[in-house]
């Protein structure tokens, strides 16, 4: 039962962030595209007065199609559909278009500019510039066999395919566009995600990530009746060595700490600055005699270290409180986490009280 990860970097960060967004632009943009499929008969009644009436029943029943897969689409879960039923809206788009310009006369030849409209669209639903050829050959490759089964004429068959390919390629180009654009604004919010949950001095994770995580992980351990441990940790006597050897000095001490507690943690634990000298130590699936050794060898760890400073080896110790135990399922996950932290530092202080240099809890 791994926490999630604090940021998610890379191309599949790069092809999720893209999918929320396909997703929540779709949670509206269905209801404009059937408006504008059945908007379009205007155009039709212009054409072809006779069988515009056709024409008609052929764009509501794909309007109505569009708008039941908005519909199904707008539950949270279903969030990694967003792309394929961006391809169906499309498919069913150009279906409708295609089959209402082949009802008209010389509907291919003048109304071919709505068709155009509707397959521009795949560059604002595709993920990246490959996505726009799974977005875009089926329709045109639809649209194309309804000419043929229609007996279009050969002109009108040629130049709609000529004017169609050109469309793919626009597409494809504003689709680069839209990538770069969209990648640029991946990785400043990815870079933001960091800065605001990464504590700047020691690179461990930050009071807020903490908390974040803290919650997350007490809400799965309640799910699945794991136990949850927290260690609380303090470095002995820190106020003395920024009064002896300044600030600078004492900056060291704690990223140096730092890196050797969250050395010791698993892929699956959270480390990070709790305030001050402080850190905290987030073990879900981890009961307390498994927290208490892993603090011991944490302490260990500080304590045998050598820290050079002061033009000699200092040594330097920590103290550590432990607190873990299953969560009931009936008990708020705030106020569990609140407690959680409050024992562990109950803890600490107790070690604290005990001599320092030792582990409590």
Request: with cysteine.
């Amino acid at each position: 039962m791994a926490l999630p990860a604090e940021d998610r970097s890379g191309d599949a960060g790069f092809r999720a962030y893209r999918i929320a967004i396909i997703h929540a632009a779709n949670q509206s943009a269905f209801v404009f595209v059937a408006l504008l499929l059945v908007a379009f008969n205007a155009w039709d009644w212009f054409v072809d007065p006779v069988h515009a009436g056709q024409a008609l029943w052929v764009r509501l029943v794909g309007a109505v199609v569009v708008v039941a897969s908005g519909v199904y689409q707008r539950r949270a879960d279903r969030v990694e559909l967003a792309p394929w039923i961006a391809k169906f809206r499309l498919l069913v788009t150009a279906a409708s278009i295609s089959l209402a310009l082949a009802l008209l006369d010389g509907g291919f030849l003048v109304g071919l500019s709505g068709l155009v409209i509707a397959m521009l669209g795949a560059a604002y639903s595709s993920i990246d510039r490959r996505d726009v050829f799974w977005l875009f050959v089926p329709p045109l490759l639809l649209a194309l066999a309804i000419m043929a089964i229609a007996g279009i004429d050969r002109f009108v068959f040629v130049n709609a395919a000529c004017f169609l390919g050109l469309t793919l390629v626009v597409a494809w180009l504003l689709a680069g566009v839209l990538e770069a654009s969209y990648r640029r604004a991946f990785i400043l919010e990815q870079a933001l995600l960091r800065e605001s949950r990464v504590d700047a001095l020691t690179g461990a994770l930050n009071r807020r990530a903490l908390e974040e995580q803290g919650k997350a992980a007490v809400a799965l351990c309640q799910r699945h009746a794991q136990p949850l441990a927290v260690l609380m940790i303090d470095i002995d006597h820190f106020k003395d060595v920024n009064d002896r050897f300044g600030h600078a000095v004492g900056d060291q001490v704690l990223c140096a700490v730092a890196t050797h507690c969250s050395g010791l943690v698993r892929e699956s634990d959270r480390f990070g600055r709790w305030g001050g000298e402080e850190f905290l130590a987030l073990l879900p699936e981890t009961d307390r005699a498994q927290a208490h050794a892993l603090a011991e060898r944490m302490r260990q760890a500080v304590a045998n270290a050598g820290f050079e400073f002061g033009g000699d080896v200092q040594r330097v110790t920590i103290s550590v409180g432990v607190a873990g135990d299953i969560v009931p399922p009936a008990v708020d996950v705030w106020r569990a986490w609140v407690a959680m932290v409050k024992a562990a530092d109950v803890a600490m202080y107790s070690a604290k009280e005990q001599g320092r240099n030792r582990v409590a809890g």
